[in-house]
């Protein structure tokens, strides 16, 4: 089965690892990935891999598409 969002999908933030969403809200919290590295305890490179995937699985192609499906399905409010 592909993780790849798709139309039978209710929920596309249920394809993203634990750690995928847990970069996807700081990101959408306006978080750097330099930021997002230290509070995790990680490299910026991993931060930028793991948004990288998360976009790919949910099939946008920049942050602000990335946010704006964050804000759409519950993620976090306004």
């Given amino acids: 089965m ?3 969002l798709s139309p039978t999908n209710l ?3 249920k394809c993203l ?3 995928e969403i847990q970069v996807l809200k700081l990101v959408v919290e306006g978080c ?3 930021v997002i590295a230290q509070r995790l305890g990680v490299l910026p490179s991993t ?4 948004r990288s995937r998360a ?3 949910l099939g946008v192609s920049d942050v602000p ?3 704006r499906l964050a804000i759409r399905h519950g993620l976090i409010s306004l």
């Fill in 65 to 67: 598409a990335l946010v």
């Fill in 55 to 57: 976009m790919a699985k």
């Fill in 47 to 50: 931060v930028d891999t793991y």
């Fill in 11 to 13: 929920c596309p933030l």
């Fill in 32 to 34: 750097t990935s330099k």
């Fill in 17 to 19: 690892s634990a750690r």
């Fill in 2 to 4: 592909s993780a790849v």
